[in-house]
C-alpha cells in the first residue's frame, strides 16, 4: 500500500507570504494528524482530524494556521501570513485502529 | 500532560559499536513508537511497542510499560544509522514526543 505522501517536500517563501501543505494519508485512514518540528525542539502536536471533522487542534500555534480535510481524504496545512519563526519540518501522519503511526516523509519550510 | 525523557540527548560511536538509547514516560500509555530521522529529514517508523521485545535486523526494542520505560538496541552500527532516534508515546490519540537523541556514527 501507498504511505503517507507530502507535497511540497521542500519550500522557501517570503515572509507575509501564504503556502499550502497538502498530504495524501495512507488510503482508508480515518485518523490524521499535523505535527511540525521548529529547529532543534522537539516534535509538536499540531491537531487531529477524525475523517473530516477536527477533533483537537490545541496544538496549532495561531490563527495564522488553517487546517482542512475535505471528504475525509487528503488534508492540506495553510500558513497566511508566514512568520519567520514557522520555519521547520511539518509532518503529517494517519491511523487506523490499534496499529500505530505512520508518518509522510515532511515538507521543510524556510520562512526568509 | 505525560512527560517524555530520552537519555543522552547526544551520543558518538564508531562504526561497528553497540549503543542503548533510553526514553523514560510519566504516565501509562496507550502506545509507543520508536522513530529514526535520518539526514534528510524524513521520519521513520522503527518500531510501534507498546510492550515486550521487538527485532528488527540490527535493531531491537523493549518496552517495560509496568516501569515505564523503553530501550533501542543498535547493534553493530553503521553511518547510515546517524540522525535523531525519537521515542514518541500515546495518551489518547496524539503522539508526545521526547526530544530525541543525536547519533552520529564515525567510520
Known amino acids: 500500500e501507498a504511505g503517507v505522501t507530502q507535497f511540497p517536500s521542500h519550500s522557501v517563501i517570503e515572509k507575509g507570504q501564504t503556502v499550502t501543505l497538502r498530504c495524501d494519508p495512507i488510503?482508508?485512514?480515518?485518523?490524521l494528524y499535523w505535527y511540525r518540528r521548529v529547529m532543534g525542539k522537539e516534535i509538536k502536536f499540531l491537531l487531529h482530524f477524525v475523517k473530516e471533522s477536527k477533533q483537537d487542534e490545541s496544538g496549532m500555534p495561531n490563527n495564522r494556521f488553517l487546517a482542512e480535510r475535505t471528504g475525509g481524504t487528503y488534508s492540506t496545512l495553510k500558513v497566511q501570513p508566514a512568520e519567520l519563526e514557522d520555519s521547520g519540518v511539518y509532518f503529517c501522519?494517519?491511523?487506523?485502529?490499534?496499529?500505530?503511526?505512520?508518518f509522510g516523509s515532511g515538507t521543510r519550510l524556510t520562512v526568509v | 500532560g505525560i512527560q517524555v525523557e530520552q537519555s543522552p540527548p547526544d551520543l558518538i560511536l564508531q562504526e561497528g559499536a553497540n549503543s542503548t538509547l533510553r526514553c523514560n514516560f510519566s504516565?501509562?500509555?496507550?502506545?509507543l513508537q520508536w522513530f529514526h530521522q535520518n539526514p534528510w529529514g524524513q521520519l521513520i517508523n522503527l518500531f510501534y511497542?507498546?510492550?515486550g521485545t521487538k527485532q528488527n535486523g540490527r535493531l531491537s526494542a523493549t518496552t517495560v510499560a509496568t516501569e515505564r520505560y523503553s530501550l533501542l538496541y543498535i547493534s553493530s552500527s553503521q553511518t547510515t544509522d546517524s540522525g535523531v532516534y525519537f521515542c514518541a508515546v500515546v495518551m489518547g490519540y496524539a503522539l508526545n514526543f521526547g526530544k530525541g537523541t543525536s547519533l552520529l556514527v564515525t567510520p
Open positions: 488510503s482508508g485512514h480515518d485518523n
Open positions: 504516565d501509562s500509555v496507550n502506545n
Open positions: 511497542i507498546p510492550s
Open positions: 501522519a494517519s491511523s487506523q485502529g490499534g496499529n500505530g503511526y505512520t
